[in-house]
């Protein structure tokens, strides 16, 4: 590049001016083109991290649906074994159950709430002050464990009124008379019986109770319970 003084003034011919002035465009576009290149990246690398934000928080969603669902199955779950304890299987009677629990403990401050196990225990104890619609359900599935008891404590009270002469007598209420004639169904025909050594006191006080071992061996049961009485087998005809 070649210069010129004029009166102590160094100037520049004009053809290397422009060479100067476009090589420091050209350095200036690139950069600029570089910065344009690495602004599309990141732009580039925001627009999936945005996606894959939206996309976890989608999954975290249908994660926390998923466990909600879990827990009400769980739920529904203990329920529903809970009240088939009690020998309520029928779906209906089951929603009637569930409707009258729920409904019981609605008007119940939080800390005095109970749970389905002993609200039902407590409506067992007393199904006559149950809810109506399950009043006669209760009465009907807790009747053949107060027959049991009833047959259970027979024994003793006829040792206690036994005359001199040797004979047993003892009076028969209408709930055991009841309980003693019910016919046997015939599922219990492929029931295990209790063992043979097993004494009559045995079985009654086993069937008082274990309500699942009096429903298994109910004619069992019924057998000890009027020999106890001195009430003999009636005979189909």
Known sequence: MSTKIIEGVEYIEKSAVDQIVSSRLTKLAEKLRSAEDNAAQLQ????????????????????????????????????????????????????????????SQQSVAKKDRVSLGEWLQNQMASPESAPAVLRPHLQALTQPQQATQQAAEAPASTLASQKPTGEMHATVSPAMAQALNVQAPASNAAVVQAPDNATSADILRRAQNDFEFYRANRTLVQQHARKALGIPTPTKF
């Open 44 to 103: 580039a690398q925001l627009d999936s991290s945005a996606s894959r934000l939206t996309e976890a928080d989608g999954l975290a969603g249908t994660v926390a649906d998923l466990r909600a669902q879990l827990e009400s199955a769980n739920s529904r779950y203990d329920r529903h074994s809970t009240i088939a304890q009690i020998g309520i299987t029928d779906p209906d009677l089951r929603d009637a159950v569930e409707w009258q629990f729920e409904r």
